[in-house]
C-alpha cells in the first residue's frame, strides 16, 4: 500500500508577526508536517528566512517521536548552495531537508557557509551527507526539469544516497499563490507507479479544488498554504486533504 496522508501546511502563507502561535496553531488543527519555504534570492528570485527563524520556532512544535512523524520540520531548501546550509539547518532544528536537484547539480561540496571551493557536488553525495547530519533527505524538481533524472538516483543500491520523499513543484518555485499546473501530475503518476512506497510531496496550487487531481496521481505528501492559513476553519481544510488522499491509497 502507498504511504499515508501527510498534510504539510506551508507556513509561507502564516502571519509573520505570529509565527510560532501560528506554527502551533496548525499542529493543534491536527495537521502532520510544517512545510517551510527557504529561498536565498539566488536559486529563485524571493527571499524568505533562514536557519534563525528556524530556531525560534521550533520550541513551539513538539519535535517527531519517529521519522516521518507529526511535528517534522519539512525544509524546502529554494536555495543555489544546498550544501553549504545542512549543518547550520539540522542545528535549527530542521526534520526533513529537501534540496533541489537543479541547485546539487551545480553547486559545490562546501559544508560550511563561509567555505569556498572549487569542487562540486552531486545530488548522491548531498543525500548521503544529509543523512549523515541525521536527517530525512528530500529531493525536489521544478517543473521544466523531466521526472527521468531521478531515476538513477532513486534506484541506487547504495541506500544512504536515496532520498527518503521526492517533491514535484506543481507551481513554479518563488511565490506562493500561483495556479497549479496539472501538467506535472504525470511525473507524480509516474513516480507511484515504479516506487509504490515512496513519499510523493506536491507543492503548489493545492487546496480543495485540486487536492483530487493531486491524489488520484499518487501524492500522499500535500503541501497547501493559503488554502489552509486563510481558511475560516484550518482543521477542517486539512481533513479534507487528507481524506482525499486516503481513499486514494492503494
Known sequence: ???PAIIAPSILSADFAALGRECSGMIESQCDWLHIDIMDGHFVPNITFGAPVVTKIRPCV????????????????MIAEPKKWVKDFQKA?????????????????????????????SPKELINYIHENGMLAGIAIKPDTPVDVLWDI???????EVPD????MTVHPGFGGQKFMASELPKVKALREKYPELNIEVDGGLGEGTIDQAADAGANVIVAGSAIFGA???????SKLRAAVESRRK
Not at 475560516?232 to 486539512?238: E, Q
Open 232 to 238: 475560516k476553519d484550518p482543521a477542517d481544510v486539512i
Open 154 to 160: 532513486l534506484e541506487n543500491e547504495n541506500k544512504a
Open 93 to 121: 532544528g530542521c526534520d526533513l531537508y529537501c534540496f533541489h536537484y537543479e541547485a546539487a547539480i551545480s553547486s559545490t561540496a562546501a559544508e560550511n557557509p563561509a567555505d569556498n571551493v572549487a569542487q562540486l557536488t
Open 165 to 168: 520523499m521526492v517533491l514535484i
Open 1 to 3: 500500500m502507498s504511504p
Open 62 to 77: 513538539e519535535r517527531p517521536k519517529q521519522a516521518y512523524g507529526k511535528g517534522t520540520f519539512d525544509c524546502h531548501m
